[in-house]
């Protein structure tokens, strides 16, 4: 089951007595568990009719005792039980043993009025484990968007506040926040009460009002040194020098992504998808999506002469060799040749 699939279905009433919402991407697991609270719950009982649990903190037992003790002045009640780590493969790490087939027993005859969810920060589950295979049904995985998911949902958040992007500024504001959901909810609410109602978000907006960390300057920094862009390549970098960033500390991070994208390339051989090396790689999917088109600029070979020159100049610059900003400026001169 997608979360689409199940909000659709609760928009309906038709509410499962039991979910398990695992993944990374926690501001849609949030919006989902807010979604089901205000469709669940009257604004003027979530006092009494929604409890929240640390199950690190607090057992199984806890929880679906709760669950069968009749809601307080409400006809339906919301338990959301956090950091269920028995539907993984991980050990637990916690102060409390759990009992996860007391769910399975539950969910034989689970009453009416509740509804538990049960929430994991985890890439994935253990399928091996009975309770998962049993609750299958009702799992929703919280995963990254893929680029395309991703540039729709932008463009739908700011349908939302009624303005609009100008053509190629939402892919720029995805490629400065690394397409986190909860950065870009943040940026683009900014955008907004910039441009107003009615007004259009341009790539100059983005430039001007977007925040960047260090790693997103020197990402967005190779993608303009690849796509040949060395007037604004230059400029990220004398800005992050002006904020005192080591130029050691910027060459282990060109060197970095230089190394994703090489292994982006590798793994693209063997036809996996921008998700599946997203996964393997611990990478954001937009990201990956990115690097194999700076890929597309570089032969293999060019790619590990690169990494060389990188650890060369990493070396030089340690033992006083070389002066630090200036070798920094003659390899992106010369990445740029």
Same mark, same amino acid.
């Given at each position: 089951m997608d979360y689409k699939?199940?909000?659709?279905?609760?928009?309906?009433?038709?509410?499962?007595?039991?979910?398990?919402?695992y993944g990374s991407e926690s501001y849609l697991l949030r919006e989902f568990?807010?979604?089901?609270?205000?469709?669940?719950?009257e604004p003027e009982y979530r006092e009494f009719a929604v409890s929240k649990y640390d199950l690190t903190e607090t057992s199984l037992d806890v929880v679906l005792d709760d669950a069968q003790t009749l809601p307080f002045m409400a006809p339906k009640k919301l338990i959301v039980?956090?950091?269920a780590t028995f539907f993984t493969g991980a050990k637990e790490?916690?102060?409390?043993?759990?009992?996860?087939?007391?769910?399975?027993?539950?969910?034989?005859?689970?009453?009416?009025?509740?509804?538990?969810?049960?929430?994991?920060?985890?890439?994935?589950?253990?399928e091996r484990k009975k309770i998962v295979k049993s609750l299958?049904?009702?799992?929703?995985?919280?995963?990254?968007?893929?680029?395309?998911?991703?540039?729709?949902? %932008?463009?739908?958040?700011?349908?939302?506040?009624?303005?609009?992007?100008?053509?190629?500024?939402?892919?720029?504001?995805?490629?400065?926040?690394?397409?986190?959901?909860?950065?870009?909810?943040?940026?683009?609410?900014?955008?907004?009460?910039?441009?107003?109602?009615?007004?259009? %978000?341009?790539?100059?907006?983005?430039?001007?009002?977007?925040?960047?960390s260090t790693e997103q300057n020197v990402f967005i920094l190779i993608d303009d040194i690849v796509r040949l862009r060395?007037?604004?390549?230059?400029?990220?970098?004398?800005? *992050?020098?002006?904020?005192?960033?080591?130029?050691?500390?910027?060459? *282990?991070?060109?060197?970095?992504q230089f190394r994703i994208v090489l292994? %982006?390339?590798?793994?693209?051989?063997?036809?996996?998808?921008h998700q599946q090396m997203a996964s393997q790689l611990g990478l954001h999917p937009y990201a990956v999506k990115v690097a194999a088109e700076q890929g597309q600029k570089?032969?293999?070979?060019?790619?590990?002469?690169?990494?060389?020159?990188?650890?060369?100049l990493d070396y030089r610059m340690k033992s006083g060799k070389v002066d630090k900003v200036l070798g920094l400026e003659m390899f992106l001169m010369r990445l740029a040749s």
């Open positions: 699939s199940a909000a659709r279905d609760i928009g309906k009433g038709n509410v499962s007595p039991v979910y398990v919402c568990i807010g979604y089901l609270t205000q469709k669940l719950v039980a956090e950091n790490s916690g102060k409390v043993q759990h009992q996860p087939e007391k769910l399975l027993e539950y969910m034989k005859a689970p009453p009416e009025f509740s509804v538990v969810a049960f929430t994991v920060d985890a890439e994935k589950l253990d299958k049904e009702v799992t929703i995985p919280f995963l990254p968007m893929n680029a395309e998911s991703l540039l729709q949902w %932008v463009n739908k958040q700011a349908e939302r506040r009624s303005f609009s992007f100008a053509e190629g500024a939402a892919d720029q504001l995805i490629l400065y926040t690394g397409g986190g959901l909860q950065t870009l909810a943040a940026e683009i609410e900014k955008l907004s009460l910039y441009v107003g109602p009615g007004g259009t %978000v341009t790539g100059e907006s983005v430039d001007k009002l977007v925040t960047r060395l007037n604004r390549a230059f400029a990220i970098l004398y800005d *992050l020098l002006k904020q005192r960033e080591e130029p050691v500390k910027l060459v *282990l991070l060109i060197a970095r292994q %982006v390339k590798e793994l693209s051989k063997q036809g996996l998808s570089f032969a293999p070979e060019r790619l590990e002469h690169i990494m060389a020159q990188l650890a060369e």
